[in-house]
């Protein structure tokens, strides 16, 4: 059994990020497992919070990324470049320094876009910086022009190719 993290690095209520994750198990083999985790409680980044003072928030990411075989990154492209809710997850997660929970992880990366970027530059930047950790980037899937994808019904999976995108990327971590 594959134990899978992810992350939305959007809080938005109607997020394409989060609602891809919230269906993406329906699409998981029988022997993957896709958990969602709540980044709502985690605070921004700060060293002063390290050691004692590290909040529960922060255990509870650092354990459940410790516990998992790989995760994914669901990111919105923000200005060319990473959302903070995205940023501040991989701060946490790289500390302390060469000795992060997300180190050496297998991770996956859903970047999707209402307009015709297609998250391409924040897919790129992630797959920049991540092999510094350890992390071998196991699958990508990017869309541009998300929005028109949706089915009237609001599944977020319905378009035939990001589907089959996302069932290849979830059989990557097997
Ligand atoms: C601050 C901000 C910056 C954005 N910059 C970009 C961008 O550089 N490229 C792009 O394609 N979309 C950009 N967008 C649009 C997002 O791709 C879009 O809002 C997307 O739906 C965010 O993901 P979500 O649906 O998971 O919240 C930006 C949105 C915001 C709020």
Redesign the pocket.
Known sequence: MKNIVAF?G?T?V?????RILRSLQQLSPADVTVTLFDLSAVPFYNEDLEGEHLPDAVKALRHAVEAADGAIFAA?????SYSALTKNTIDWLTRPKGAGALRDKKVALICV???P?G?K?ISKALSDLLPFFGNTIVATVTSPGIADKVASDGDVIADPAIRDALAELLEAFG
């Not at 919105?76 to 060319?80: Q, T, V």
């Open positions: 939305s959007s938005r109607g997020s394409f990020h989060t919105p492209e923000y200005n060319f876009t209402p307009g970027s998250g530059n």
